[in-house]
């Protein structure tokens, strides 16, 4: 075995242990795949995972604290740690344990650069923003938080058409939103609010309706309105489903499956997203994998 095979299957050893240890039902999702694509599954949730650690944990614990240096903490940090991290993306500088697996991964499947890009762009739009002026605003930042997650399990498939991902980006954009709206009162208290202003003005619903976790009828005319328009994501993504074939059918229906039964539970709960968190049963690990994997549940 060369040094260089040994450093890529260390790699993706340690892509496996951080999948593991960050997400107990992960290999869930890793099991839906086809055979002899898990560990690559497993480079491409470390990829998205370690992304958003650079962008939410503490400096310290980043990787890049010794080669940045001991800047103040705080958000100046994350930007530099996550300018390092697109560095070293682009240069190939397998500096990090899961790099050398993630390009082996995108070498081996003929990936662009650009879903990996937009991944760590969405980090750096979470360091400037904690609320969206316009539904077209948070659909922004939906496209480089999930929709890259979804076209990468595609090239996992083999799906490499546009008109497929393009479909694939209404069903990663709604389960997004569908963990949006089931963690309003988890948001809240990291100061993120996914409920576009527009549409609490629309609807007479506060930012202190949230904080107080206040059901009126504002706020459930609001979940409505923010629910079809979800469902509405969903079933126009359902058509990518008869563009594939095998295994990769089954699963990315059974995922939109998973965001549609969790928005059917917040509007059977009267929109009460306070009191009890919409949870689903048989379909209850794929989803949480499936979530985990689009770093939707940070």
């Known amino acids: 075995m060369s040094r260089v095979t040994s450093a890529i299957d260390a790699s993706y050893a340690a892509c496996e242990k951080l999948a593991r240890s960050h997400y107990e039902n992960f290999s869930v999702g890793s099991a839906l795949l086809p055979k002899g694509t898990k560990k690559h599954l497993w480079a491409l949730y470390s990829f998205a995972r370690t992304t958003d650690d650079l962008g939410d944990e503490p400096f310290d614990s980043?990787?890049?604290?010794?080669?940045?240096?001991?800047?103040?903490?705080?958000?100046?940090?994350?930007?530099?740690?996550?300018?390092?991290?697109?560095?070293?993306?682009?240069?190939?500088?397998?500096?990090?344990?899961?790099?050398?697996?993630?390009?082996?991964?995108?070498?081996?499947?003929?990936?662009?650069?650009?879903?990996?890009?937009?991944?760590?762009?969405?980090?750096?739009?979470?360091?400037?923003?904690?609320?969206?002026?316009?539904?077209?605003d948070l659909a922004h930042y939906c496209d480089h938080s999930a929709n890259p997650c979804g076209r990468m399990v595609l090239f996992l498939f083999g799906v490499r058409d546009d008109a497929a991902h393009t479909l694939s980006d209404a069903t990663c954009t709604a389960l997004q939103l569908t963990n949006f709206w089931q963690d309003i009162a988890v948001d809240w208290k990291k100061d993120r609010v996914y409920l576009p202003q527009e549409d609490l003005r629309k609807f007479g619903a506060t930012e202190a309706d949230i904080a107080a976790g206040v059901v009126n009828d504002a706020f459930r005319a609001l979940m409505k309105f923010e629910v079809d328009r979800t469902r509405a994501l969903f079933k126009q993504g359902l058509a990518l489903i008869?563009?594939?074939?095998?295994?990769?059918?089954?699963?990315?229906?059974?995922?939109?499956?998973?965001?549609?039964?969790?928005?059917?539970?917040?509007?059977?709960?009267?929109?009460?997203?306070?009191?009890?968190?919409?949870?689903?049963?048989?379909?209850?690990?794929?989803?949480?994998?499936?979530?985990?994997?689009?770093?939707?549940?940070?």
């Open 62 to 136: 980043t990787a890049y604290r010794e080669a940045l240096g001991r800047l103040p903490h705080g958000k100046t940090d994350r930007l530099a740690a996550l300018n390092a991290w697109e560095r070293d993306l682009q240069s190939s500088a397998a500096v990090h344990a899961v790099l050398p697996a993630v390009l082996d991964t995108r070498r081996t499947f003929d990936m662009p650069l650009e879903p990996f890009l937009k991944l760590i762009e969405a980090n750096r739009m979470d360091q400037r923003a904690s609320r969206y002026a316009t539904y077209a």
């Open 242 to 298: 008869d563009r594939l074939t095998g295994r990769a059918k089954f699963d990315i229906r059974l995922f939109s499956l998973g965001g549609q039964r969790v928005l059917d539970l917040i509007e059977k709960n009267g929109y009460d997203i306070y009191r009890k968190r919409p949870k689903l049963s048989k379909l209850g690990k794929a989803w949480l994998a499936v979530s985990s994997f689009l770093g939707v549940a940070s």
